[in-house]
T-cell receptor, first 109, second 115 residues
């Protein structure tokens, strides 16, 4: 199984700031990358996916991919208390996804 | 709510009981997955079905038995569970093309408590 590494956190940011989450992966041949948000006691929810090098923006979220460095990140702009959750990075691994352990984000008002 | 549903949402069972978890996906996907998530632990992949064929079984104890009668339905049959099996059980589905998975969509999960 492919390895996916994330800082476990917790990452604490003030409301309105930018939260930056990082993820590294072991397989240079990986093609698809995903970010999920999971609130406590709930199931993971897909928030972003990225296939090509560079940036992809969706509302307050920006995913950044650098395949040469085997690195994918998620930026959350104008962080809100409702963004407080665990964020999971996932990488495609044949017919399944390999998930990181997640980074817990706390946005303080 | 997503296009993946799970029932029941909560289940309490004794160690000698037999119960089943049900998952249904309405997304037209061809692969389905069972995950276990214990408190404050990462997702653990249990089983994968692709085109209704089981393609992965991650050393899961035999007291967990999956069934995939068609591409839209997935079951997890439970018997003689242990208290350490208490967890959130998540079902997911995705579209697999040429042995490559696209994004997975998760159901709401079944919160299982074994007493």
């Amino acid at each position: 199984q492919k390895e996916v590494e994330q800082n476990s956190g917790p990452l604490s940011v003030p409301e309105g700031a930018i939260a930056s989450l990082n993820c590294t992966y072991s397989d240079r041949g990986s093609q698809s990358f995903f970010w999920y948000r999971q609130y406590s006691g709930k199931s993971p929810e897909l928030i972003m996916f990225i296939y090509s090098n560079g940036d992809k923006e969706d509302g307050r979220f920006t995913a950044q991919l650098n395949k040469a460095s085997q690195y994918v990140s998620l930026l959350i702009r104008d962080s809100q208390p409702s963004d407080s959750a665990t964020y999971l990075c996932a990488v495609n691994d044949d017919y399944k996804l390999s998930f990181g352990a997640g980074t817990t984000v706390t946005v303080r008002a | 709510e997503t296009g993946v549903t799970q029932t029941p949402r909560h289940l309490v069972m004794g160690m000698t009981n037999k119960k089943s978890l049900k998952c249904e996906q309405h997304l037209g996907h061809n692969a389905m997955y069972w995950y276990k998530q214990s408190a404050k632990k990462p997702l653990e992949l249990m089983f994968v079905y692709s085109l209704e064929e089981r393609v992965e079984n991650n050393s899961v104890p035999s007291r967990f038995s999956p069934e995939c009668p068609n591409s839209s339905h997935l079951f997890l049959h439970l018997h003689t569970l242990q208290p350490e099996d208490s967890a959130l059980y998540l079902c997911a589905s995705s579209q697999v093309v040429a042995v490559s998975s696209y994004e997975q969509y998760f159901g709401p999960g079944t919160r299982l408590t074994v007493t």
